[in-house]
C-alpha cells in the first residue's frame, strides 16, 4: 500500500473534517449548471476519485442518478452511508469500466493528479471518453504546474469530539517533470497530546496546454475560470481551472 493510500486509510473518519471548508453543495450546483449548458443535460452521473461522497450527495439529491468510484475502500464505506441509493465502485481512476455509460463524469478537489503520471493520466481520459453517453460532459479542476507556487499553503483548524484539528495542505513542483508532490500535514491534539501525520506523495503534473493537447482528441474543450460561482473563460492568469471537456 503506498504511503498516501496509508494516510487517507487511516483518516479516512476524519477527512471530512479535513475538507470542512468545501462548499460541496456550490461545487455541486455549479457543474450541474454545466452541463445543462455544455453537455447533453442527462441525469446519469459518475464521481472519479470520489472519496467519502459528499458531492455525490448533492448530486442524488438534485434528480441525478449518481455513482462514485474510489480506490480507497474505507473512504468508499463512508460514502455508502452517506449515500445509500447510489453504487459505489471500487476501481483505480484510469482502469475503469462501467456497465452502462453515463451522462456527466466528475473529478473534484484536483483529483485527476491522482493519476501518477502522464501515460496513466492519458489513459484516464481514454476511459472517461468511453464511459460517456455522445455528448456526454466531463469535468474536472486541476493546477498547472508551471503556477505552482512552493511557498503557498492552504491551512485551517477545527475541533471534533473535543479533539483540535490543524490541517496543511501545498503542492509543489520543482523541475521540469512531469511529477509535482502534494505535502499534507495533519495534527490532532488531544488533553494536551498530539498525534502528527505527515505525508508528501507525488502526483502527475501537467500545464494547462499539455492537458488541452491531451484532451483534444476525445473531447472539444473549454478552459473556465476556477470560479463556482459565475461561467467565465479561463484568463491565463491563475493557476487553477475549470477543464469543461464534451465528447466528440
Known amino acids: 500500500m503506498s504511503s498516501s493510500t496509508q494516510l487517507y486509510t487511516d483518516l479516512s473518519h476524519y477527512y471530512d473534517l479535513m475538507c470542512c471548508d468545501i462548499n460541496y453543495q456550490q461545487q455541486s450546483q455549479a457543474v450541474m449548471r454545466l452541463n445543462d449548458l455544455f453537455g447533453n443535460s442527462g441525469k446519469s452521473h459518475l464521481d472519479l ?9 448533492h448530486f442524488i ?7 462514485g468510484l474510489d480506490i480507497n475502500q474505507p473512504m468508499l464505506d463512508i460514502a455508502k452511508a452517506r449515500c445509500p441509493e447510489a453504487e459505489f465502485i471500487l476501481q483505480n481512476m484510469n482502469q475503469f469500466t462501467l456497465d452502462q455509460p453515463v451522462d456527466l463524469i466528475t473529478c473534484f478537489l484536483y483529483s485527476l493528479h491522482y493519476n501518477p503520471d502522464i501515460a496513466q493520466l492519458q489513459q484516464c481520459i481514454k476511459q472517461a471518453y468511453n464511459a460517456l453517453t455522445p455528448a456526454g460532459l466531463f469535468c474536472f479542476n486541476t493546477v498547472d504546474k508551471l503556477k ?22 501545498a503542492w509543489f513542483y520543482c523541475d521540469q517533470s512531469d511529477s509535482q508532490a502534494l505535502k499534507l500535514n495533519i495534527s490532532k491534539t488531544n488533553a494536551n497530546v498530539t498525534k502528527h501525520w505527515h505525508d508528501q506523495h507525488s502526483m502527475v503534473a501537467v500545464s494547462f496546454n499539455q492537458l488541452q493537447q491531451l484532451l483534444l482528441p476525445w473531447f472539444e474543450v473549454y478552459i473556465l475560470e476556477h470560479d463556482y460561482t459565475s461561467i467565465q ?16
Not at 150 to 164: E, G, I, Q
Open 49 to 57: 476519485a470520489c472519496g467519502t461522497g459528499p458531492h455525490i450527495r
Open 61 to 67: 439529491d438534485a434528480g441525478y442518478q449518481s455513482s
Open 148 to 169: 505552482i507556487c512552493n511557498n503557498t499553503a492552504v491551512r485551517h483548524s477545527t475541533t471534533y469530539d473535543n479533539k483540535l484539528f490543524d490541517f496543511e495542505s
Open 233 to 248: 473563460q479561463y484568463s491565463g492568469e491563475s493557476g487553477n481551472a475549470l477543464f469543461v471537456c464534451v465528447k466528440r
